[in-house]
């Protein structure tokens, strides 16, 4: 039974940072991608920034420059060092995971809320 633990959300005034963290269970972590997504309600679930399990990094264009992928294979843990954030970063974050000859992201976390005002 794969499990997908997030944390690390909360409040944050504009230009502040904070760090979501995933630690995953129940699986090979070293033979998953591990990624980290977000939506708005209302609006679609979006990709962020995903790192495959060789530790490259993948982020989208609003990311770029801002965030900070990583994982630790170590503690099968995958974290989002998120820096500079806008009120339009505001949404929950999804932390999922893709087995590495799949195409679909099939494993999901919960969930953490970020809200920058």
């Known amino acids: 039974h794969v499990q997908l633990v997030g944390s690390g959300g909360g409040s944050v005034q504009t230009g502040g940072s904070l760090r979501l963290s995933c630690v995953a269970s129940g699986l090979t972590f070293t033979n998953y991608y591990m990624g980290w997504f977000r939506q708005v309600p209302g609006k679609e679930r979006e990709a962020v920034a995903d790192?495959?399990?060789?530790?490259?990094?993948t982020y989208a264009n609003s990311a770029k420059g801002r965030f900070t992928i990583s994982r630790d294979n170590a503690e099968n843990t995958v974290s989002l060092q998120m820096n500079s954030l806008e009120p339009e970063d505001t949404a929950m974050y999804y932390c999922a995971a893709r087995y590495f000859a799949a195409t679909r992201w099939r494993h999901w976390g919960q969930g953490t809320q970020v809200t920058v005002s």
């Open positions: 790192v495959d399990n060789t530790g490259r990094a």
